[in-house]
C-alpha cells in the first residue's frame, strides 16, 4: 500500500472534523485541545500542512464544508456525534472500571486517548494503526501510559500487536474499533473479534461501527470516494444478522445506534441535520 493511500482514511476524519470546528454551532462542540492535537499531527506530512492551510482561510473552509455535505450528505454531522458517542462511552467503562485499559484498533489521528493521557489519567492506554499514521502521533503525545503500535492488521496478527503493545490479559479492556473493520475482508474481521474475546481474561467491552449491506442506504458518493482512494468497504451487515454473528465469536450486544439514535441522545447540543446517515452505525457488545 502507497504511503498516501494508507493514510487517506485516517486523513478524511481528522479533516472533516478540523473544518467543522470553526463553523457555527459546532465550535464549542470539538474540544479545543482535540483541535490543536490533529492540527499537530496533520503538520507532521507535506499533504497534512497543504489541508491545514485550507482551515486558515474562511473561503477555503466555507468551499471545503460546502462539498464535503455535497458528497458525503450528513457525514460532518454524523461524525461529530460519533466522537460524542464513543467519548462517553469510554468515560463511563473508565469509570466503571477504574484500573481498566482502551485499546483503540484502527485509531487513525483520533485525539481522545491521548487527551485522556493529557488529563493525566494513569490507565493503560493503546493505539494501533499502520506504522505510518502512529508515527504521525508519537512526537506530539508522549505519555508513559499511552502506547503507539504501527501494524497492518491485514498482516499481523492481532494478538502479536497486543503482546508487543504490553496489553495486559488480566485487566478490564474496552475494545474501540471506529470505523475500522469495514475496511478489513469480513473473515479477517470477525476473527480479530473472537481473537479479542479469547485473548483477554478479565471484563471485556467492545464498541465498533460497522456499514449496512443495503446499498440503497448509501448516497451514491460514499463508495465511489472509498474505491477512488484505494479504502474500498470490504463487508456490510444488517443489524440483527451482525448481533447473531457476534455472539458467534464470543460477544453478546447491549447496544446498536446510528445517527438518527446519536441525535435522540445529542438533540439538546447538535441541530438536527439536513440528512441522516443511514448506512454505518456503531455496535457495544461484551464478552460471554
Ligand atoms: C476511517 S479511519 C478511522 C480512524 C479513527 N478510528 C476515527 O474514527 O477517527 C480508518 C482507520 O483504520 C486504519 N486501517 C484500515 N485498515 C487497516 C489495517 N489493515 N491495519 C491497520 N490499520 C488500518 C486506517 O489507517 C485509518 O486510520
Redesign the pocket.
Known amino acids: 500500500m502507497k504511503d498516501n493511500q ?5 486523513f ?3 479533516l472533516t ?1 478540523l473544518a467543522q470546528s470553526k463553523k457555527a454551532p459546532f465550535t464549542d462542540l470539538i474540544p479545543s485541545d482535540a483541535v490543536l492535537l490533529a492540527s499537530q499531527y496533520l503538520s507532521q506530512t507535506k499533504e497534512g500542512k497543504k489541508h491545514l492551510s485550507i482551515f486558515k482561510s474562511p473561503i477555503k473552509r466555507w468551499c471545503l464544508n460546502t462539498l464535503t455535505e455535497w458528497w458525503l450528505p450528513g457525514y460532518p454531522s454524523f461524525l461529530l456525534m ?2 460524542r458517542y ?1 467519548e462517553q462511552k469510554v468515560e463511563a467503562f473508565l469509570e466503571a472500571y477504574p484500573n481498566g485499559q482502551v485499546v ?7 485525539t481522545l486517548l491521548s487527551r485522556l493521557a493529557r488529563r493525566g489519567i494513569s490507565n493503560r492506554l493503546i493505539e ?3 506504522p505510518l ?1 502512529m508515527d504521525l502521533k508519537k512526537t506530539y503525545s508522549l505519555h508513559h501510559n499511552l502506547i503507539f503500535s504501527g ?5 499481523t496478527p492481532i494478538e502479536r500487536v497486543l503482546e508487543d503493545s504490553g496489553f495486559n490479559p488480566k485487566e478490564p479492556v474496552l475494545f ?5 473493520l469495514m ?2 475482508p469480513e473473515a479477517l474481521a470477525f476473527d480479530l473479534l473472537q481473537t479479542l474475546a479469547r485473548l483477554s481474561e478479565s471484563s471485556t467491552e467492545l464498541l465498533f ?1 460497522a456499514v449496512r449491506e443495503d446499498e440503497r442506504l448509501f448516497s451514491k458518493n460514499v463508495k465511489r470516494v472509498m474505491e477512488k482512494n484505494n ?1 474500498p468497504f470490504q463487508w456490510g451487515k444488517e443489524l440483527a444478522p451482525l448481533a447473531s454473528r457476534l455472539s458467534g465469536v464470543g460477544f453478546s450486544l447491549q447496544e446498536q445506534a446510528s445517527h438518527e439514535e446519536f441525535y435522540e441522545q445529542f438533540s439538546a447540543q447538535f441541530p438536527m441535520p439536513r440528512v441522516f446517515v443511514l448506512y454505518e452505525y456503531y455496535n457495544y457488545a461484551v464478552k460471554t
Open positions: 494508507s493514510l487517506y482514511t485516517a478524511q476524519v481528522t472534523l460519533r466522537k464513543v483503540n484498533i484502527g485509531a487513525g489521528l483520533d494501533i494503526d499502520y499514521v501494524a497492518d492488521l491485514s498482516q474501540l474499533l471506529e470505523g475500522v475496511y478489513l461501527s479504502s
